[in-house]
């Protein structure tokens, strides 16, 4: 994976085709704190969530981007990519799925959740801390 330091942030690594959304990100005042390669359950085939269990990195298909103010989930494309964005503030809590199993974690949002797969376990562990540590009132 071809990965750069663009988009004036400072330690954190962004892939090659990430660029186009983390200029847009930090000029709308977002601060990156961590991009994974990751996909949503409800947006993938089986085969996708395949890739990404196995752990594929040659065939990431879409990133969890997280921000000081948000989580985007992106899928790069050629011309543009696709974001969902969650504010951080809606995010009630992060569980894992089946505790380290298939690198999963459920995000939920009141009564609704989505399920992430992330295609590295470490990356879903720092996420899940950090979403924990936004949640118990220390990281803002």
Same mark, same amino acid.
């Given at each position: 994976?071809?990965?750069?330091? *663009?988009?004036?942030?400072i330690? @954190?690594?962004?892939?090659?085709?990430?660029n186009?959304t983390a200029?847009?990100?930090a000029?709308?005042?977002?601060k990156l704190?961590? @991009?994974?390669?990751?996909?949503?359950?409800?947006?993938?085939?089986?085969?996708m969530?395949?890739i990404?269990r196995?752990?594929?990195?040659d065939?990431?298909?879409?990133?969890?981007?997280?921000?000081d103010?948000n989580?985007?989930?992106?899928?790069?494309g050629i011309?543009?990519?696709?974001?969902?964005?969650?504010?951080l503030d809606? $995010?009630d809590?992060?569980v894992? *799925?089946? *505790?380290?199993?298939?690198n999963?974690?459920k995000?939920?949002?009141?009564?609704?959740? *989505?399920k992430i $797969?992330?295609y590295?376990?470490?990356d879903?562990?720092?996420?899940?801390?950090? @979403?924990?540590?936004?949640k118990?009132?220390s990281?803002?």
């Amino acid at each position: 994976m071809t990965e750069t330091k *663009e988009a004036g942030v400072i330690g @954190i690594d962004v892939p090659k085709k990430l660029n186009r959304t983390a200029k847009k990100l930090a000029a709308a005042g977002e601060k990156l704190v961590q @991009i994974a390669p990751a996909i949503l359950q409800s947006k993938a085939s089986e085969q996708m969530l395949a890739i990404a269990r196995m752990g594929m990195l040659d065939k990431v298909l879409g990133y969890l981007v997280t921000t000081d103010k948000n989580v985007h989930f992106v899928r790069p494309g050629i011309a543009w990519d696709s974001v969902q964005t969650v504010p951080l503030d809606v $995010i009630d809590d992060v569980v894992y *799925e089946n *505790e380290f199993h298939n690198n999963t974690l459920k995000i939920k949002v009141g009564e609704k959740a *989505e399920k992430i $797969i992330f295609y590295d376990d470490m990356d879903g562990i720092r996420f899940y801390h950090y @979403i924990k540590h936004i949640k118990s009132g220390s990281g803002r």
